[in-house]
């Protein structure tokens, strides 16, 4: 059963395993559609059976997934699910040894690309797409003044928002559709 609570990552090679775009891809499949197979997680992605079978096993084996037998009809067929819905981890944790600082760089780097090019897909949607979600999408920015304390909690205060909208009942008038929802809070000037 996938757990709610929150994973921390301080482990270089979970980090490094999780990063790659297929896996990263991979999670985020079975994080919206639940457990699934090798067969239907490449009919999803577009990728060889085998291609996924090899990253479900390094997902594995970094315990970010794991099987789940009882959804399966006989020996042959294995299912698979996260281990916990959300991950994170701190690049501070990784500062100690120059390679492991490149590796959570790098993910977060990586990380980054993976958010950017999920909203460049919806920018590249057809228009009929895009006419059933008019004036509904959005993106915001704003400039604010705090300390690292305050941006935690912006954080944690965010956090906590979607959270509460991923766990509200459908509404009876309408079908939801999966929506990639991002927010970073970083220090930066103008």
């Not at 490149?102 to 780097?109: C, N, R």
């Not at 690309?113 to 008019?134: I, L």
Request: glycine share 6%; hydrophobic share 40%.
């Amino acid at each position: 059963m996938t757990s709610d609570e929150v994973r921390q990552i301080t482990d270089s090679r979970v980090l490094a395993a999780m990063a790659h775009p297929l896996r990263r891809r991979l999670m985020d499949v079975l994080k919206v559609h639940g457990p699934s197979t090798a067969t239907s997680l490449a009919a999803v992605t577009g990728q060889a059976i085998g291609n996924v079978s090899h990253h479900l096993r390094v997902l594995g084996d970094c315990a970010l997934i794991e099987e789940a037998p009882e959804l399966a009809r006989d020996r042959r067929e294995r299912w698979w699910r996260l281990v916990s819905r959300s991950l994170q981890w701190s690049s501070g944790d990784f500062r100690d040894d120059p390679a492991t600082a490149a590796v959570a760089d790098a993910a977060e780097s990586l990380n980054l690309d993976h958010h950017v090019q999920q909203v460049r897909t919806w920018f590249a949607a057809g228009d009929e797409e895009k006419a059933f979600w008019r004036d509904r999408t959005f993106a915001m920015d704003h400039w604010l003044r705090l300390t690292p304390d305050e941006l935690r909690q912006v954080g944690d205060e965010i956090n906590e928002l979607l959270e509460r909208w991923r766990h509200k009942p459908a509404p009876s008038d309408g079908e939801r559709q999966t929506v990639f929802v991002f927010a970073y809070g970083v220090p930066g000037q103008p």
